[in-house]
């Protein structure tokens, strides 16, 4: 990925996702990165999830990264979500 927001390294959670953007009146479709983190300080308080697309792909978005920040509560709220879903599919 060329241009990156992220910074991604080897210990970045997933590379080269498929993912997809999409506005009213277009789609694009892109390798992503998604990397879930917490905050380098001693106690952090929150974690961080990120997904950046492969700006190289897309028409049109510009190059960028989206973050939202979680709650440790919300974290395992999402992770139990995640596991639900799994699930689902697998049955």
Same mark, same amino acid.
């Given at each position: 990925?060329?241009?990156? %927001?992220?910074? +991604?390294?080897? @210990?970045? $959670? ?9 506005? /009213?009146?277009? $789609?694009?479709?892109?390798?992503? %990165? ?6 380098? +300080?001693?106690?952090?308080? %929150?974690?961080?999830? =990120? ?5 190289? =792909? ?5 190059? /960028? ?11 395992? #709220?999402?992770?139990?979500?995640? #596991?639900? @879903? ?6």
């Amino acid at each position: 990925m060329a241009d990156r %927001v992220m910074s +991604v390294t080897a @210990y970045t $959670t997933f590379d080269l996702l498929d993912a997809v953007a999409e506005g /009213h009146g277009w $789609t694009d479709e892109a390798d992503a %990165v998604l990397d879930v983190s917490t905050p380098r +300080v001693e106690d952090p308080e %929150v974690v961080t999830l =990120q997904l950046e697309l492969d700006n190289t =792909q897309l028409d049109d978005l510009p190059a /960028h990264a989206d973050t939202v920040t979680l709650s440790p509560d919300r974290a395992r #709220e999402l992770a139990a979500e995640l #596991e639900r @879903y799994a699930d689902t599919v697998e049955s």
